[in-house]
């Protein structure tokens, strides 16, 4: 699966790291229900720093659509809101 971090590239994840980015990405999506800006900066950054350890950057020159699409690191906790799902940022 090809993530894209806004403003910093693709990277290829593969399905055995979902479980691990799931409770990252629970973490983000608890702190935005809870409108808790104090937390929801650790926990974003946290969930893309979780990607980038966890992915493969895509190649650059790929024209490859991303499966999934994350804010930047410096998001708001509204427009993280805006992006999320029922499922969060990350499905599963």
């Known amino acids: ?3 894209r971090i806004l403003g910093e590239g693709q ?3 593969t399905d055995a ?3 691990s980015l799931n ?3 629970d973490a983000v999506e608890k702190a935005v ?3 808790d800006v104090e937390a929801f900066r650790p926990a974003l950054a946290a969930l893309l720093a979780g990607v980038r350890a966890e ?3 895509h190649a650059v020159d790929a024209l490859d659509e991303s499966d ?3 804010p930047p690191e410096d998001a708001s906790i509204d427009e993280v809101r805006d ?3 029922d499922d969060g940022l990350i499905p599963g």
Do not use: A, K, Y
Request: hydrophobic fraction near 60%; charge should be negative.
């Open 55 to 57: 992915g493969v950057p």
């Open 11 to 13: 990277f290829d994840i």
């Open 1 to 3: 699966m090809i993530v």
């Open 33 to 35: 229900e809870e409108n």
């Open 83 to 85: 992006m999320l799902s």
């Open 17 to 19: 790291c979902f479980d």
């Open 68 to 70: 999934l699409i994350l």
């Open 23 to 25: 409770v990252l990405d």
